[in-house]
């Protein structure tokens, strides 16, 4: 039987991504923020899973205002690093798992959430720079990854509540594939921030914090959240961080015997170009 | 029944709804145009007559040629697409950002090292 053994949250500002490609690291600006990754990526190497889950969100790149699904999962084979109009990252191709996804989305499916099956999409710094931030710069990345690509761009996007729950019906997925895996679901995006209008360049420092706390402790609780407040108190592009109910919700210590799990790291820092960054990883016990 | 939309008296905030797409189609489909390195060149090249090939408004328009994103958020546009503009133009996020705000780039980023924008900014 497959099994979730941790989950890793942070943020996914494409800066990061475009700090690591230019070599920029150990600038003053960045050398704080990657400080806060040292611990992250020696833990990779040394639990390094045999897939890793990796919710995101896809900032106007695979999909256009064509087409536009609240919850997609990635099942092909391999995605490519996107050109979002600065050229391609320079990091390797992402490959799937298609076993495990479709697996994964014929029991999601069946338990009542309506994913969308995505077999060609190109990926963008939502999920290559949360790869980066954890695995540094390989040549390969170290397993596969299965993208799960959440709407959060046009309004209205997903519920916490709802991100929560698909968050269990995941873990009951991958505890009903046969194969004995070890799974990482990682929950990207957020902080608080805020792109657009007068208001651009909003961080809430104390209500990230108090957002990590309860999502370490009481998820459930924070999954009743309302939209609205995310807006007003993590800026309009906050509401990111729906997407780490998912994760969150796929642990074992929810609608389960299992542990609360335990914190193996948590980090947060401000700035990242726009953004506040908040970073956990949680293990299952 | 009218919807349910509280998320319109944040301030300096325009949430990017159905609504808004709808407005904001066009404008934001020639946004993702500019994702192919050939179209950047047409567009660069002559921005009136690439934008002429797409059916947007011409109030949309006047504000992609200003560079005004600000009123192209109000005609519909979504920062991610409009993004697309400002790599076009070489500009980073922070710039995009922080050009919305009527801060100059240098205090702009100031805000943001110290700490960033505070969250009670425009409340009463």
Redesign the interface.
Known sequence: MARITASVYTSHV??IGAAIDLGKTGEP?WQPLFKGYEFSKQWMKENTPDVIFLVYND???AF???LIPTFAIGCAAEFKPA????GARPVPTVIGHPELASHIAQSVIQDDFDLTIVNKMDVDHGLTVPLSLMCGQPQAWPCPVIPFAVNV????VPSGRRCFQLGQAIRRAVESYDEPLKVQIWGTGGM?H????????????A?DNRFLDRLIADPADLATMP??EY???A???GIELVMWLIARGAMSDVAGSGKAPKVAHRFFH??A??T?VGHLILENQ | MALDKPYKNVPGTTIFDAEQSRKGYHLNQFCMSLMKAENRARFKANERAYLDEWPMTEEQKLAVLARDLNRCIALGGNIYFLAKIGATDGKSFQQMAGSMTGMSEEEYRDMMIKGGRDPKWGRN
């Open positions: 494409p800066a600006y900032h106007a790149t256009s205002l064509e050109d979002e109009g600065y761009v046009q309004y209205p608080s805020q792109l657009q209008g007068a208001r651009a360049g909003l961080i809430n420092a209500w939209h609205l807006v007003q108190e800026g309009s592009e401000v700035p170009s726009n506040a």
